[in-house]
């Protein structure tokens, strides 16, 4: 299956927004901000609840937000973003971690390892950036103990790539807590933040999910010895009661991995249109 037609079968088990009501609602929007080329303050809004939280239905606000916080966040401007290309990743390296593995279960509940539940999303998401062109490595493949040390060795011998570890989260003893969460450790590289931001909010945008937010300086192994651009992503919560269904669930596990691998492609047409110095 080609990149688009992956990414189109996957949007359709998103939920269907009111968008004859809306537009509607919206039709008054500033013309000016609407003429700007890649930019539709209609979709931006429909498509950003919070962002329409604080600006209302107001165009220059939403492009105010869309050219300071939303390209960097990987937020798309307009209907024409949500085409992918199936050369969209075309010469681009990505290395997958499924966390934990072999002894190392990860959380445990109700039966379910974390273990199994990061590699069946790794594996959803190695298949959709193949099919965008991608060359993928994985730190393991399979149900084996991976080393903390080879994961972030197996980084830093790979300098042109990027690095994304997937896990789960747990709380002890509180089922009500959930939602996603991301690290990065953007002292050693700085496009670390950049790329953790369009990773995670393309996964919140995908799932739907809470966010509890994107820590840039942060001490896991995995992002703190890594060189290269570079986010470990919590997934959710195996200990919440909402979360667990979703989380085991192989269509959630199919948004989760669309999510990070628009992330992968948002950040890879955003850097490259950077000039260096």
Known sequence: MSCSKMFSCIRKVLPVLGIVFLFVLLCPLNAK??????FDPVYYLIHNPDVAA???WDAQGALSHYLTYGMAEGRRGCAAEDEIKDDALSGFTVILDAGHGGRDPGCVRNGVYEKNVNLSIVLKLKTILESCGATVLLTRSDDSFVSLEYRYT???LNPEAVFVSVHCNALSGNTNI???????HAANNSDSALFASCVYENALYATGATGRGLKTMSDLKVVYYSYIPSVLIETGYLSSSEEFPLLTSPEYQDLIAAGIARGII???SISSSIPTM
């Open 54 to 56: 604080v600006y209302g």
């Open 33 to 38: 901000a609407a003429q700007i080329a890649g």
């Open 266 to 268: 948002n950040y890879q």
């Open 154 to 156: 197996f980084e830093n």
């Open 178 to 184: 959930s939602g996603m969460s991301a690290y990065c």
